[in-house]
């Protein structure tokens, strides 16, 4: 049996409250990774009011075979 947690309001509730902690530590900027595939996510912190930066390149580079470089 499967249980969907989606849509109770609970991540919208822990971003607000890590945003409010991070305030209070003076913390002024936040930054997040979301797959560029990941409809649903991407929806969702377009909704909690994050926007998407086109002035970065985000790189990386495997340092073991057995772990992907990504595309």
Do not use: C, H
Not at 9 to 25: D, F, H, M, P, T
Not at 43 to 67: C, D, H, I, M, P
């Amino acid at each position: 049996m499967s249980i969907s947690f989606r849509r109770e309001g609970i991540a919208k509730a822990l971003v607000q409250k890590a945003e409010e902690a991070l305030r209070a530590e003076g913390i002024s900027k936040i930054f997040g990774l979301v797959f560029k595939d990941n409809d649903v996510a991407n929806a969702f912190w377009e909704k909690q009011g994050y926007t998407l930066r086109t002035n970065l390149n985000y790189r990386n580079k495997s340092l073991n075979q057995t772990v992907p470089q990504g595309e």
